[in-house]
């Protein structure tokens, strides 16, 4: 297995941070999260398969992309986990990286003290459908910002102007990385049943989505999420937020994200 570019800050402490990025990003692009939390724990940001600095993905890895990308992180929070005082991670990821996330931690929950999921990729079908079929016009998008970086970031700032805009070069930079071959598949997610997803959740997990168009997840999906009943769960919905929670509510995001490793056993809290 090839190993995956880590953007490594901090110092260790009872548990390593790891986190995960959405597709067409990369590691850097997640910076705040090492700006918040590298004075107390060590930070891991991981450029995923395909994307940043990391491997492209060969053609077996193509015909299942998402499991690939999995195996890949496992490889990161194994060795993440052996510099943690608990021998855990905390395991952060936001839209495909919440859905490699949330596998990962299905697979080695021995490795994995919490799940923070910023509105994952749990798709529908619809939305699965709706990824694929627009590929190729997300590649045609993803070569004119490399082509102008510096134009994408001003435009971005225009589009969202209430955005903490100190990740956006490190989000321009990555449309030029990201592997398009990876893209042309058009597979970000799991697909599976969410309230099943939500059952198999082994895990302290904290579900977190927004109130604003792109998010991926309605008032009444969060409820049924929350039906299931397990007790590892917990959602909370971001006011103001969209599918990118943590740049467009940076404090409730790290506020919710505190509160929820804060109150966990091992915490020490």
């Known amino acids: 297995m090839a190993r995956l570019a880590t953007y490594?800050?901090?110092?260790g402490g009872s548990t390593a941070i790891v986190a995960l990025h959405g597709v067409t990003d990369n590691g850097p692009s997640l910076a705040g999260i090492a700006q918040r939390w590298n004075g107390e724990r060590?930070?891991?940001?991981?450029?995923?398969?395909?994307?940043?600095?990391?491997?492209?993905?060969?053609?077996?890895e193509l015909a299942d992309p998402l499991g690939a990308s999995v195996e890949a992180a496992i490889d990161v929070v194994e060795e993440q986990a052996?510099?943690?005082?608990?021998?855990?991670?905390?395991?952060?990821?936001?839209s495909m990286g919440g859905a490699i996330a949330t596998a990962a931690a299905a697979v080695r929950p021995d490795l994995v003290e919490a799940l923070v999921l910023e509105d994952p990729a749990w798709l529908t079908e619809e939305q699965a459908?709706?990824?694929?079929?627009?590929?190729?016009?997300?590649?045609?998008?993803?070569?004119?910002?490399?082509?102008?970086?510096?134009?994408?970031?001003?435009?971005?700032v225009n589009d969202h102007p209430s955005r903490v805009v100190g990740?956006?070069?490190?989000?321009?930079?990555?449309?030029?990385?990201?592997d398009r071959a990876l893209v042309a598949v058009g597979v970000v997610g799991l697909t599976a049943p969410r309230t099943q997803?939500?059952?198999?959740?082994?895990?302290?997990?904290?579900l977190m989505t927004g109130d604003q168009p792109g998010a991926l997840f309605t008032e009444e999906e969060i409820a049924s999420i929350l039906a299931v009943g397990n007790p590892l769960l917990r959602a909370t919905t971001v006011t103001g937020a969209g599918h990118c929670i943590r740049r467009d509510q940076p404090e409730a995001f790290y506020r919710a994200v505190e509160a929820f490793l804060g109150s966990l056993p091992s915490s020490g809290a």
Request: net charge positive; hydrophobic share 50%; with cysteine.
């Open 8 to 11: 490594i800050s901090g110092c």
């Open 42 to 60: 060590r930070v891991a940001l991981v450029d995923s398969l395909g994307h940043g600095l990391s491997p492209r993905l060969t053609d077996a």
């Open 82 to 94: 052996g510099y943690a005082a608990s021998g855990k991670v905390a395991l952060l990821g936001h």
């Open 129 to 156: 459908a709706a990824y694929k079929a627009g590929a190729q016009a997300e590649i045609a998008r993803l070569d004119r910002i490399a082509a102008n970086p510096a134009d994408a970031v001003k435009q971005a």
């Open 167 to 178: 990740e956006l070069g490190a989000w321009a930079t990555a449309k030029g990385q990201v």
């Open 197 to 206: 997803l939500a059952a198999e959740i082994a895990v302290p997990c904290l």
